[in-house]
């Protein structure tokens, strides 16, 4: 009987596993510092492109475009002359948007910074 029990679970856990083999990675968020792009995909891998050097390209096995916004709103623009003159460069994740193309073809769209919830 223990051995009955213990084959089923054993089944199961091979089952499950198989399972989680067959996940589709998709990514859940897009981030944007000063240099790199990273985006986190629901399988928890992190992948990291420095977007700067190279707007268009591909990490993980998705392609990526990030296209930055050319004249962000007067408030964003003081803000960040302000941080620039007191030499905090870089401190702001640009304005911009993120599209990541899975190999399948599928697109998802991002903007940096993300919106907040204001609830």
């Not at 084959?7 to 790199?36: F, H, K, M, N």
């Not at 707007?55 to 964003?76: D, H, I, M, T, W």
Request: charged letters at 15%; aromatic letters at 6%; one cysteine or more.
């Amino acid at each position: 009987m223990r051995t009955a029990a213990l084959a089923r679970l054993t089944l199961i856990c091979l089952a499950l596993a198989g399972c989680a083999a067959l996940t589709v990675p998709t990514p859940q968020e897009a981030r944007l510092s000063d240099q790199t792009l990273s985006f986190t995909l629901n399988t928890g891998e992190i992948c990291r492109a420095e977007w700067r050097t190279a707007p268009q390209g591909q990490v993980c096995g998705f392609g990526y475009s990030v296209s930055e916004v050319a004249k962000p709103n007067l408030l964003r623009q003081l803000f960040t002359d302000l941080t620039t003159a007191l030499g905090a460069e870089g401190l702001l994740a640009p304005m911009a948007e993120v599209v990541l193309t899975s190999p399948a073809g599928q697109s998802y769209r991002f903007v940096s910074p993300p919106p907040v919830d204001m609830k």
